[in-house]
């Protein structure tokens, strides 16, 4: 069974840019989740979809962004960006949307901006 | 507000040690779930193992083994014998029931460090 695919592996990007990141489901998931892992910051939580709606999301600018698709693939935007956004973006999904539930996480995008 | 705390920022050991990582939790819900993730250098996160709150029975899994004490907040984490295969960073995990919110609050992570 295939597990969570994020792609692309890495981006660079300059100051001021859009970043698109993708993320594929493991089989069978609605949720997908989005992290972000700055040095220095840790694992923070981005963005909850399920089920083509945006359930929650943590605290970060307007300017981050995403949708998930029929498929239940989704897509994270970095709109404007800004240096500090250099991290990995994590994908995760899981069975359902609820706590209970484990999260199963792709091998991330690596952003750079500079 | 939850919190996990990884008060281990960084731990080498010899190989065939074994290794114990610390995980502390705070939540005020009496329903919620504790994970642990390994990350290597790669940089996918792993799952590793979930626990429920209710469930306070230790596990072992070949050469890993869990400890949650709920009277101490505390799911920790031990490595038997340990591996160079082992060296990577691990998180510990807390996810809550309350609110809509479903996603993962996770500790800063240990280093594990296994040399020769």
């Known amino acids: 069974e295939a597990g969570v695919t994020q792609s692309p592996t890495h981006l660079i990007k300059t100051r001021g840019q859009q970043a698109t990141l993708r993320c594929s489901p493991i089989s069978g998931h609605t949720s997908v989740y989005w992290y972000q892992q700055a040095l220095g910051l840790g694992l923070q939580f981005l963005l909850w979809?399920?089920?083509?709606?945006?359930?929650n999301r943590g605290n970060f600018p307007p300017r981050f962004s995403g949708r998930q698709f029929p498929n239940y693939s989704s897509e994270l935007n970095v709109n404007a960006l800004e240096l500090e956004d250099s991290a990995l973006y994590l994908c995760?999904?899981?069975?359902?949307?609820?706590?209970?539930?484990?999260?199963?996480f792709g091998p991330g995008t690596r952003l750079t901006v500079l | 507000a939850q919190k996990v705390t990884q008060a281990q920022t960084e731990i080498s050991v010899v190989e065939k040690e074994d290794v114990t990582l610390d995980c502390v939790y705070e939540?005020?819900?009496?329903?919620?779930?504790l994970f642990w993730y390994k990350q290597p250098p790669s940089g996918e996160l792993v799952f590793l193992i979930r626990?429920?709150?209710?469930?306070?029975q230790n596990e072992i899994s070949g050469r890993y083994s869990w400890n949650f004490q709920k009277s101490t907040s505390s799911f920790n984490f031990t490595i038997t014998a340990s591996q160079v295969v082992d060296s990577a960073v691990y998180f510990c995990?807390?996810?809550?029931?309350?609110?809509?919110?479903?996603?993962?609050?996770f500790g800063t992570g240990t280093r594990l460090q296994v040399t020769l």
């Open positions: 626990r429920n709150s209710f469930d306070e």
């Open positions: 939540t005020r819900d009496t329903t919620y779930y």
């Open positions: 995760a999904s899981s069975f359902k949307g609820t706590f209970t539930d484990t999260q199963y």
């Open positions: 995990a807390l996810s809550e029931a309350t609110g809509t919110a479903s996603k993962l609050t």
């Open positions: 979809y399920d089920e083509g709606e945006e359930r």
